[in-house]
């Protein structure tokens, strides 16, 4: 539910030309929307429901995995903890680094 303003109402937008509606700043900055993302409607028990969407390109989508976010939280904890190497100023040092 949004919050309602101190009077208890919510905020109106006004139907623009093109029939279009700006979105209250405040709900811009609570859902994260920007300029260029989409917007999802349904029409339920007689009011519009907008939620946003946020798109994957076909490219990117591996990085949504289960497995592959799993070995990001991995990833920041080894750095967190200081489990790296490197850097490497020459292949041979990484190569000698990776058969230890």
Known sequence: MHKKKEDGKMPLVKIKDHYQITLPNNLRKNFNIAIGDYMEMEKKEGEI??????????????????????????????????????????????????ES
């Open 49 to 98: 429901i907008l939620r946003p969407v946020k798109l994957i390109r076909p490219d990117q989508e591996y990085f949504y995995t289960k497995a592959w976010q799993k070995g990001e939280v991995e990833a920041d904890k080894d750095i967190a903890e200081g489990r790296v190497a490197g850097p490497f100023s020459n292949v041979n040092d990484l190569a000698n680094e990776l």
